[in-house]
């Protein structure tokens, strides 16, 4: 631990024991590494940002570049699994705001469930995009030799699919990487309780969570919907 | 010379980082930011030394007009291997993973970084990364030269670059990690008292670098992701068979690496604002002036990657704005060169080795950036791109700045690390030999280039002999001016005399715990007053002046 230097007294923005006092579950940790944690976790999703924002400007040049076959292509996605997958991921981060809100208030077990509801719903977006795959790729729209997509756009709808494979599946590995820690902490949580897996930790696996969720909200639209009509 | 009483170490005794456990198991398993900091400046300089041999061989080869030492395909494989090595393996970890690691904790009064599991990962996803393309560089090669460009990286190499460029990728989040621990750690882990504009500028350096580290990499990961699927599918968007663009590569490509030379040249100009008001006895020149223009560098060099791209093809409208902003990174370099002369201007200058090789930093950094304006000029570009022009231009920043100010941190820093000091003859003399081995080198390079050389050719036309004959030559003594450091510092180690806890007088808390430091940093919470760089007598003096 670096907290030890820097105690309390030193620094004029430690909280105030009546906000510590609202939060029981967060006392395990002393505010300033609660302070470091967050922020860390905020500069990582920082990064995550500009990582996932290559992928959009990808996405932005490329459909630039073939405007009418980026139209034609998107229509081939199945925007009623999209939906729903939309659906279920703004759940899960419902669960998981909702599990936050339980662990700082120091209520394990509830926090526990509710994690356990998220990294469910995780799996089932997770379920359902391996469905729209598998069907995408009986449909021969997984880019490659057996590419197949009729009319003369199909190099431009080629692009297309190959940007939506690529960004649904980093999406998708973001998500399942959120899977496994979520399920990590919630089985922690549930045999240790809030002493052995500590509120502060959760809240960042919250933001990390709600992060995910964040970039598949731009991707949604991105892919299932504009120029759909 | 008998520093003052106050500054002698105290009597009390904590053990510092160097004893306790010396095992190799309890360094690899270490959290402590000082260790992990040897560890990496030991990894370093061992890819220092690899990417050094691979261009000592280009400089064989070229030391005559025909290609008679390797063939086309080694020669480039030479310089790929030479590029990825020296860039990712060697100076962009090199001053933040080693001084950074070392200095930011004792340079703020914290205990250590944020995140000390996090720097220890760092540095295994580092050696891990550089291992794993060193492994593809050696079995085979790549000749893709270090920018990768598409479609020849993607459709037309037969080289490893799967391999390469996943350690690439891999060292990507080693860097990343570095600069959230930085970040971090300078936003919230200053003693009392250290205000943001208390800070040495070496801190704000870093701090400015790990931002940059912070949002340049991820893209470049992802760039390299692309590429690596692209090249094993053979499908993708950067190929132009494939309906793709590569300028679109080269855009992401250099997003990230225009502002990776910031990474390597920020720090080095961190260690040159520490170490010229010590050695001229005088407090930095416009303190505030040096925090803004370190800011603006970042800032700006994340706007100016399209002047690598002035030939490419792109919209000759952005060319005029990339070369706008080019000039504009001019402005808070220039402020940084003016205030360092200042900063010598009455001050009481001697000539001790760190010194010599911070102004060898600022001459040849000066240098370099002139060329650099040469180079954001459209017109001028065209005729000057893919020539030695260019390879002189960034050799003046990146080895001629970054490696100089390396050197200078490690000479000004290493009686702190380890507790030893250095025969300063020979260190002096090493200084001036790299300044002139180095100009040596690389002078002709730019003569050769408004000659019109070309650069990645393992022969040349025979008018281009003596130039390359003087540059070849050079290089033999900027070898031999940086195999020196590693005789005498090792030396040192096992002989040199017991370092005081502040040989050279010099301000920052890092000068206030034992040489070298103890293992917690600080036996008490260090508590700060006083402004950066009080540096007496001209402190003293300057103060009268504005009362």
Redesign the interface.
């Known amino acids: 631990m670096?907290t030890?230097?820097?105690?309390a007294e030193?620094?004029p923005r430690a909280e105030t024991p009546a906000a510590a006092a609202d939060k029981p579950g967060l006392a395990a940790t002393p505010p300033?590494r609660r302070?470091?944690m967050a922020?860390?976790m905020w500069?990582?999703l920082?990064?995550?940002t500009?990582?996932?924002?290559?992928?959009f400007?990808?996405y932005a040049?490329?459909r630039f570049?073939?405007p009418a076959a980026f139209a034609a292509a998107s229509r081939h996605t199945d925007v009623a699994m999209g939906t729903l997958n939309t659906a279920v991921l703004l759940t899960s981060s419902v669960t998981m705001a909702l599990a936050v809100e339980a662990a700082e208030i120091g209520r394990a077990r509830i926090a526990a469930r509710l994690m356990t509801a998220t990294l469910a719903l995780g799996i089932v977006f997770l379920a359902i995009k391996g469905y729209a795959y598998h069907r995408e790729y009986t449909e021969h729209l997984f880019?490659?030799a057996a590419?197949h997509f009729a009319g003369p756009l199909a190099?431009?709808a080629?692009?297309f699919f190959?940007?939506y494979f690529?960004t649904t599946g980093?999406h998708a590995l973001h998500l399942a990487i959120g899977v496994g820690v979520v399920g990590f902490m919630a089985w922690r949580l549930a045999r240790g309780g809030l002493a052995a897996q500590s509120a502060a930790s959760i809240v960042n696996a919250g933001l990390y969570w709600h992060f995910v969720d964040i970039v598949w909200i731009f991707l949604y639209p991105a892919l299932y919907l504009v120029s759909r009509s | 010379m008998t520093p003052p009483a106050a500054l002698l170490p105290a009597p009390a005794h904590a053990a510092s980082y160097l004893e306790g456990d010396m095992s190799i198991r309890a360094w690899l398993t270490t959290r402590d930011h000082k260790r992990i900091a040897i560890m990496f400046a030991i990894a370093i300089t061992a890819f220092f030394f690899i990417g050094g041999a691979a261009a000592t061989l280009i400089r064989i080869e070229l030391a005559t007009p025909a290609g008679d030492l390797v063939s086309a395909e080694t020669y480039n494989k030479l310089f790929t291997m030479h590029g990825v090595v020296m860039v990712w393996f060697f100076l962009i970890p090199s001053i933040p993973a080693t001084l950074g690691n070392f200095l930011v904790p004792l340079m703020i009064?914290?205990?250590?970084?944020?995140?000390?599991r996090l720097n220890l990962t760092s540095f295994y996803l580092y050696v891990g990364g550089a291992l794993f393309t060193l492994a593809a560089l050696f079995a085979g090669g790549v000749d893709t030269g270090w920018t990768f460009y598409t479609p020849f990286s993607t459709m037309f190499s037969n080289t490893n670059v799967i391999a390469a460029i996943a350690g690439v990728f891999i060292v990507g989040f080693s860097s990343?990690l570095t600069?959230?621990?930085f970040?971090?750690t300078v936003?919230?882990?200053r003693?009392?008292g250290m205000t943001f504009f208390r800070l040495p500028l070496f801190v704000w350096a870093i701090y400015a670098t790990s931002v940059i580290l912070?949002?340049?990499?991820?893209?470049l990961?992802?760039?390299l992701a692309?590429l690596g699927?692209e090249r094993i599918?053979?499908?993708?968007?950067f190929d132009p068979s494939?309906?793709?663009?590569p300028l679109?590569f080269q855009h992401?490509f250099w997003f990230y690496s225009h502002p990776a030379v910031y990474i390597m040249v920020l720090p080095a100009m961190g260690i040159a604002s520490e170490i010229i008001p010590c050695f001229a006895r005088s407090p930095v020149f416009g303190y505030r002036t040096m925090a803004y223009a370190i800011i603006a560098i970042a800032v700006i060099g994340f706007l100016v990657w399209g002047h690598h791209m002035f030939v490419s093809g792109q919209s000759v409208y952005a060319g005029l704005v990339f070369s706008i902003l080019s000039y504009l990174v001019a402005i808070p370099s220039a402020i940084k060169v003016f205030n360092w002369t200042a900063t010598l201007y009455k001050g009481s200058i001697s000539f001790d080795a760190p010194m010599i090789y911070a102004l060898g930093f600022v001459g040849l950094f000066m240098l370099g950036g002139m060329s650099g304006l040469f180079l954001a000029a459209l017109a001028l570009d065209v005729q000057l791109t893919d020539t030695y022009f260019v390879v002189a231009h960034f050799h003046y920043i990146m080895v001629g700045g970054s490696v100089t100010a390396y050197l200078a941190g490690i000479h000004f820093w290493w009686p702190k690390i380890t507790g030893r000091m250095y025969p300063a003859r020979w260190a002096q003399f090493a200084a001036v030999l790299i300044f002139l081995g180095f100009n040596f080198t690389f002078f002709p390079q730019y003569l050769l280039g408004i000659e019109g050389m070309p650069r990645r050719y393992h022969e040349y036309a025979p008018q281009f002999t003596t130039l390359n004959v003087l540059s070849s030559a050079g290089a033999v003594i900027l070898a031999m001016g940086y195999l020196l450091p590693l005789v005498y510092l090792g030396w040192s180690l096992v002989r040199g005399a017991r370092a005081p806890q502040n040989p050279w007088r010099a301000t920052g808390l890092e000068w206030t715990v034992p040489s070298p430091p103890p293992t917690e940093?600080?036996a008490t919470?260090p508590h700060v007053d006083e402004e950066p760089y009080a540096y007496p007598p001209v402190a003293a003096s300057r103060q009268e002046a504005a009362t």
Do not use: C, Y
């Open positions: 670096t030890a230097i820097a105690s030193a620094r300033l302070r470091e922020f860390g500069v990582f920082t990064t995550e500009l990582f996932f924002g290559v992928l400007f990808a040049a490329m570049a073939h880019p490659g590419f190099g431009g080629e692009t190959w940007i690529v980093f | 009064g914290a205990k250590d970084l944020a995140f000390p990343i600069g959230l621990n970040i971090v936003h919230k882990l003693a009392p912070v949002l340049a990499t991820p893209v990961g992802m760039t692309l699927i599918w053979h499908i993708g968007i494939l309906g793709g663009d679109l992401l940093n600080f919470q």
